[in-house]
T-cell receptor, first 114, second 114 residues
Framework: KNQVEQSPQSLIILEGKNCTLQCNYTVSPFSNLRWYKQDTGRGPVSLTI?????NTKSNGRYTATLDADTKQSSLHITASQLSDSASYIC?????????????FGRGTQLTVWP | EADIYQTPRYLVIGTGKKITLECSQT?????MYWYQQDPGMELHLIHY???????EKGDLSSESTVSRIRTEHFPLTLESARPSHTSQYLC?????????????FGDGTRLSIL
């Protein structure tokens, strides 16, 4: 069964600290993995996309990694800011159809305290 | 920010009413999607469209219906609302072929059926 599991479910850190969010998936065949940020009351916004051949990609203070062999990804946030408080959702796409079927994780709820 | 708009943002309405949730995008995207999201849970695809006059049911069974008469407009209708329809509904769109194009999300409609 194709699944996406994220950990931790929730995380509280102090402003300025770093954190790492995890995503494990069993989706096959694999096409790409995307991390979305969803602020409270808003729709998700794409942060990064990683394909099979990529193992690291950065977007400002966000760095995503992908290990396609172990089917694991992480999102590292450096020097956290209050505005980083949000849900971070891991989404994996398969190559099974033109639509690119998406499998969503339940998200990690990150809270950054001052 | 993506140009995709959903109205209303919030709706509280009684059981049995007919409801239409509006979604419009100004990016000329061919593909559009409706998702249902409950607190702490993953997004579930309930409808999608490849283009004008194309509509398909998603993975999660839904009593709602959709139409795609114009490229930019993808409304969702509930003929007779029930408390079980209470949820957040997110609309999204994407461009291009395959699964590497990001989905751009609206900010959602939070629906409460009394």
């Amino acid at each position: 069964k194709n699944q996406v599991e994220q950990s931790p479910q929730s995380l509280i850190i102090l402003e300025g600290k770093n954190c790492t969010l995890q995503c494990n998936y069993t989706v096959s065949p694999f096409s790409n993995l995307r991390w979305y940020k969803q602020d409270t009351g808003r729709g998700p916004v794409s942060l990064t996309i990683m394909t099979f051949s990529e193992n690291t990609k950065s977007n400002g203070r966000y760095t995503a990694t992908l290990d396609a062999d172990t089917k694991q990804s992480s999102l590292h946030i450096t020097a956290s800011q209050l505005s980083d408080s949000a849900s971070y959702i891991c989404v994996v796409s398969d190559r099974g159809s033109t639509l690119g079927r998406l499998y969503f994780g339940r998200g990690t709820q990150l809270t950054v305290w001052p | 920010e993506a140009d995709i708009y959903q109205t209303p943002r919030y709706l509280v309405i009684g059981t049995g009413k007919k409801i239409t949730l509006e979604c419009s995008q100004t990016m000329g995207h061919d593909k559009m999607y409706w998702y249902q999201q409950d607190p702490g849970m993953e997004l579930h695809l309930i409808h999608y469209s490849y283009g004008v006059n194309s509509t398909e049911k998603g993975d999660l069974s839904s009593e709602s219906t959709v139409s795609r008469i114009r490229t930019e407009h993808f409304p969702l209708t509930l003929e007779s609302a029930r408390p079980s329809h209470t949820s957040q509904y997110l609309c999204a769109s994407s461009d291009g072929q395959g699964s590497n194009q990001p989905q751009h999300f609206g900010d959602g409609t939070r629906l409460s059926i009394l």
